[in-house]
Each structure stands twice: as structure tokens, then as C-alpha cells.
């Protein structure tokens, strides 16, 4: 299976709803709702407020007073929270008493998933048929475009949690793909409704980065100052105006502190990129890393300096340049058992 | 689709950038409903940061870059850029002899430009059809198949730097080697079109197993 590095750990909870079939009864859950109820009341007349206004805060925080603990883990420190939350969503039993299954597909295994497949289908060709009744009339047909922005797919997990049943990669990725065929047809919007049940905003994450203005030394000359890092090279650039396109590193020249020539690019490529070339000089402190590494992290810290001078769609060309993020590729750990990050031991046959 | 990649340190949704100065000074008329797509869609997602090896300077090129990238041995960036540098250098040299020496009316057939004979040596060097090992009751075929256009690519230039390393004399340096195998590539001559001639003939040879193929 593929293990993704880069997301977070809400992302990789394990869905423990889809895991059986039902552990808890409804009527135990039904009493434990009632106890809960219950025993927020009492609660609440102990700690002398109103019992009708006892909120989940008021609640946690009363349970902190009366049982103190010093546990680390929060989770292992007592709380008190609406059975729902505590026990996870199960599937019912899905046969009746005389062992006869409720839902059709019962036998395939993944019934929730294969119903949904045919729901998602018939809505496909609903549309299709709707469109060949329209070309058929010869009328024209409107494409309207859907906002790739601020939307996303549900993830696996959470379209597992929504089915209560375990997928598989391969299952999901069938389900995306029959998704997107659908959104890509030009009456589309007729199944809306049921196309939103899988998609979900995504907060428009530009994180508008606050440019810092230009600053002004003695001489009146304008100038910027940017931080950059890639793998364990820590850079900071002073960008001057009115130069003549020196740049100093660690006090002394590029030409002496790089001889390479692909590190002078990389220290070249965001003024060039901008077409400044001649216009700016540049002083820069780095340290840490190799050669490479200390390459990029100036240039990065140029860019970030760059930024105050320029336009603000030159500042979002040079983001789609790829010139303003931090390069995330670092050394890989060793692994116990394997020699390397990825290499194993020989492999002796006996 | 996005598939999450097992070995990329980047989220899924981050997108390749894009270096080059022109792209981003076409105006909006211009472009196709594709490209608009992928302009909404870049204005909204993150994007990688751009490779040390790629620059929005003119001499950078992605294929020579993954040509340098092939040549190196141990991770010895310095060494492979400074023979490719070398290669360009003594192709420029020939190729401006010739043209010294060509009577008047023949200069201008004579192309002087090292990374256009360099472009065009690949492309020539570029098998149409490859051939693949299907086992089928036990025997092994070679099987015609077509090929992608990054396996072409890769063949042409593991073919060329296969080529230099092994038949070229003691003396000889590898700048000067390569140099020669691609003005041969370049007219069409030399070892390396050769074998793709061979590849060819193969393929063609095989014709009947060409059913066994199930992609």
C-alpha cells in the first residue's frame, strides 16, 4: 500500500467504523445516551450551574477539576464525552432473522461501494441521455465550467467513513475516476446536488504572504533583506537597488566561493527571471549544507528579497516558476535492517 | 488524477513549475481552453520548487540536462556537465572548419548551431518500434511493440554514451568521442543509427509474433 509522507496524521486515522460488522447493540448505545444525559445533570448540579445550559466545555473543564491528572497523553487522562463520539459508527447487521440478506448486493462483499458505482453510473447516463436528446434537437450545447479552485474529492478515509466499509486503493481510484467523467460532461450540472455529497471546499490556501516594503540605508539607497534554506543550509541576501550586479557571499566574490558554473546560475536565475539583471547588487550570509545546498538556499533568499521590489503578478510568476518555495527534499534516515535508506543487506542464501 | 507518489517528498497536489520567460508574457486572447484550465488551476495549487538543474537562462536545456544527468558516474555532476561543455565546444570547432573550407554556395547548408545538430542527432538516433521478451508455452519471443516517447529518448542516449564508452580507442577523450558520434548521428552515419537499422530489421523480422502483445 502506499504510504503517504506528506499528509497529516488526520489523514492516515484508521477508520475503525468499517472494520466488523456491529459490536455495540443499539439499544446499549441507546442507554449509555440516556446515562450520559443523565449524569451531565448531576454533573452540573454539583458544580451548582444550570443543568440545561451544561455545555461540552463546561463539561471537560469540570472533569479536569474533579479528576486531576497528570498524564501526558490526553487521551489517557479521564473524560466524559457523548456516546456518539466515543463509540465509533458500525454497520447494522444486514440480514434479516431468517438469514436473508436486505441489500441486493449483499454477496459482492462491498455492497455500500457497488451501489454507489451503479447510483454514479445511472446519474452518467441520465446526463448523456439528456445531451443526446438535446443534439438531437440540434440545440447547443452550454459548457459551463465547474470550479477546479476550491474544491477536492472526499479522501479515502473519508468516503470509507461515509460507506462504513473498507476500500482499496484501486476501488477508490475507480470511484474518482468515474466522478470526473461525470463532472467533465457538459450537462453536468443537473446531478450537482449529488456530485456536492462528494466534493468539499478547500479553504483557497494562497496564504497571502505579507510582502515586507522596502527599507532605506544612509545613502538613501533602497534595499530588502530575505531568508532561505534548503536542506541544512541556512542563507539571509541583502538586496541593494542602484547596483551593478556584485554579488558578495560570505565576503567573498561568487566567482571565488562558487566555481561552479551551475551554482552561479542558480544564484543568477531569480534576476534573470526578472530581467533585472544589472540593476541590483546583492550581500549574502550562508552557512551549513554543501555547495548545491547553499545555492539554493541564496537563491530562495534572493527571490523572498525580490519580492519587494516587484509588481505583484511578476511576484505570482515568479511562484509559478517554482522560485518561492522551500525545496521539502531532505536526506532520508537509515533504516534498522537495511544498510541504507533504501538498500537492503545482501541477500545470502544461506 | 492525483495518485499519491510513494517516494515524493511533496503533497500530491503541488504542480511541476514552469521556467520558461514566454510563457508568462503570452497575452490571454492567445491562449487555448486547456492552457486557461491549467492557469486557473496553477493559480490556486502549490507549487514545487524548481530543480537546481533548470534555470530560465538560455543555455539551460532539459535535454542536455538529462543527457549530462546519464553520463555522470557516483554523483559527479562537475565532471559530466564539463565533458558535455567540451562536446558542444569541439562540435562548434568541426563544424566551423567545415564551413571555413565549404566553397561558397554549400555554406549555408553547414549548421553550426551545437544544440540544434545535438537535438537533431538524437531524434535521428530514435527507434520507432522496440522489441519486448513475452514468454508464452514456456519459449521466449521478441515481440515488436511500440514505444513511448521517453523510452525513445532514453534508448537514443544510452545507445550514444554505451557507444563512447566502450569502442572508443585509449587515447581518445570522451568529449572528442562523443563529438564524433554525433555529427555521424547527425548525417544519418555511424554505429549508433546502425544499431537502431538493426532494431528495425528485428522488429520487422518478428512481424508474426506481433499478436502475442496484449497492450
Known amino acids: 500500500t502506499l504510504r503517504l509522507i506528506c499528509t497529516t496524521a488526520a489523514v492516515q486515522r484508521k477508520n475503525v467504523g468499517a472494520s466488523g460488522p456491529e459490536k455495540y447493540t443499539e439499544a446499549f448505545i441507546k442507554k449509555q445516551i440516556e446515562e450520559f444525559n443523565l449524569g451531565k445533570r448531576h454533573l452540573a448540579n454539583m458544580m451548582g450551574e444550570d443543568p440545561e445550559t451544561f455545555t461540552q466545555e463546561d463539561i471537560d473543564r469540570a472533569i479536569a477539576y474533579l479528576f486531576p491528572s497528570g498524564l501526558f497523553d490526553k487521551q489517557a487522562r479521564p473524560m466524559m464525552k457523548h456516546p456518539t463520539e466515543v463509540f465509533p459508527e458500525q454497520r447494522k447487521i444486514q440480514w434479516g432473522e431468517d438469514g436473508r440478506p436486505f441489500h441486493f448486493l449483499f454477496y459482492t462483499g462491498k455492497q455500500s461501494y457497488y451501489s454507489l458505482m451503479h447510483e454514479t453510473y445511472e446519474k452518467f447516463l441520465n446526463v448523456q441521455k439528456h445531451q443526446d436528446q438535446l443534439t438531437a434537437q440540434d440545440l447547443p450545447l452550454q459548457k459551463e465550467k465547474r470550479n477546479l479552485a476550491g474544491s477536492r474529492w472526499l479522501t479515502k478515509i473519508e468516503l470509507e467513513e461515509m460507506l462504513l466499509e473498507k476500500l482499496s486503493d484501486d476501488d477508490y481510484s475507480r470511484f474518482i475516476q468515474l466522478l470526473e467523467k461525470l463532472v467533465a460532461l457538459p450537462y453536468a450540472d443537473m446531478e450537482e446536488n449529488y456530485i456536492q455529497k462528494f466534493s468539499k471546499e478547500v479553504p483557497v490556501q494562497l496564504q497571502k504572504v505579507v510582502i515586507e516594503p522596502l527599507q532605506y540605508d544612509e545613502q538613501g539607497v533602497a534595499f530588502s533583506t530575505g531568508e532561505g534554506k534548503r536542506k541544512t543550509a541556512r542563507a539571509t541576501a541583502v538586496v541593494y537597488d542602484n547596483g551593478t550586479g556584485k554579488i558578495t557571499v560570505n565576503g567573498t566574490d561568487i566567482l571565488h566561493y562558487f566555481p561552479v558554473l551551475q551554482d552561479r546560475e542558480q544564484l543568477l536565475f531569480p534576476f534573470q527571471f526578472l530581467g533585472r539583471i544589472g540593476k541590483h547588487d546583492m550581500v549574502c550570509t550562508v552557512s551549513g549544507g554543501g555547495r548545491s545546498a547553499q545555492a539554493g538556499a541564496i537563491r530562495l533568499a534572493s527571490a523572498k528579497a525580490l519580492r519587494s521590489f516587484v509588481t505583484e503578478q511578476e511576484v505570482e510568476f515568479m511562484r509559478q516558476a517554482g522560485l518561492l518555495t522551500v525545496d521539502p527534499r531532505v536526506k532520508e534516515r537509515k533504516k534498522p535492517g537495511q544498510e541504507g535508506p533504501r538498500r537492503k543487506f545482501t541477500w545470502k542464501k544461506r | ?215
Not at chain 2, 167 to 175: G, V
Open chain 2, 1 to 215: 488524477r492525483i495518485m499519491p507518489v510513494r517516494w515524493s517528498r511533496y503533497n500530491p497536489s503541488y504542480l511541476e513549475p514552469e521556467v520558461k520567460k514566454e510563457s508568462y508574457q503570452k497575452p490571454l486572447e492567445k491562449l487555448t481552453d486547456e492552457e486557461r484550465e491549467q492557469k486557473e488551476l496553477k493559480a490556486v495549487r502549490p507549487i514545487k520548487a524548481a530543480p537546481p538543474t533548470l534555470s530560465s537562462s538560455v543555455f539551460s536545456d532539459p535535454l542536455i540536462s538529462k543527457f549530462t544527468n546519464m553520463m555522470m558516474k557516483s554523483g559527479n555532476k562537475v565532471l559530466a556537465r564539463s565533458l558535455m561543455s567540451q562536446t558542444l565546444e569541439a562540435i562548434k570547432r568541426k563544424q566551423l572548419e567545415k564551413y571555413h573550407k565549404a566553397p561558397e554556395n554549400e555554406k549555408e547548408t553547414i549548421e553550426c548551431n551545437p544544440y540544434v545538430i545535438f537535438h537533431q542527432a538524437l531524434k535521428n538516433c530514435q527507434p520507432i518500434i522496440g522489441l519486448s521478451n513475452i514468454t508464452k508455452g514456456g519459449k521466449t519471443y521478441q515481440v515488436p511493440v511500440p514505444l513511448t516517447d521517453n523510452r525513445k529518448r532514453f534508448l537514443a542516449m544510452k545507445w550514444l554514451i554505451t557507444e563512447c564508452r566502450e569502442n572508443k580507442h585509449r587515447r581518445t577523450m570522451m568529449a572528442e568521442k562523443l563529438s564524433q558520434e554525433l555529427l555521424l548521428a547527425f548525417n544519418n552515419e555511424g554505429p549508433v543509427i546502425k544499431k537502431k537499422h538493426v532494431l528495425h530489421k528485428m522488429a520487422e523480422a518478428n512481424r508474426a509474433y506481433a499478436h502475442f502483445r496484449w497492450w
